[in-house]
């Protein structure tokens, strides 16, 4: 079993930054695929950046150039640092687990935190 919990999120301005943090409750973490997913009230949940146990990543084009996944192994935990946040990266985040990618990548991961809030808005 492997348990997820966010943290970071809060009340930010345009432009502001952000990092969101996801630790892990035990290193067998470090061998899985993980994700970034957020949900806005009212809309469905969507993929935001993956990074995969090789270390390549990918993200949303909403987010690219803007939002930068990476992973401390010796932490067990990964980081979305998000940057030049606008009020449409208003969301609760989630961050998820799975041993294969594909699975991450299509939000059918088997491990989820519970999310953290991040509100951006003047």
């Known amino acids: 079993q492997l348990f997820l919990t966010e943290s970071g999120g809060g009340l930010v301005q345009p432009g502001d930054s952000l990092r969101l943090s996801c630790v892990a409750s035990n290193r067998t973490f470090n061998n899985y695929a993980v994700g970034w997913f957020r949900q806005a009230p009212g809309m469905q949940r969507e993929f935001v950046a993956i990074t995969s146990n090789g270390g390549s990543t990918s993200y949303a084009d909403s987010v690219k150039g803007r939002f930068t996944i990476s992973r401390d192994s010796a932490k067990n935990t990964v980081y979305l640092q998000m940057n030049s946040l606008v009020p449409e990266d208003t969301a609760v985040y989630y961050c998820?687990?799975?041993?294969?990618?594909?699975?991450?990548?299509?939000?059918?991961?088997?491990?989820w935190g519970q999310g953290t809030q991040v509100t951006v808005s003047s």
């Open positions: 998820t687990a799975d041993r294969w990618r594909a699975d991450v990548f299509q939000g059918i991961g088997n491990f």
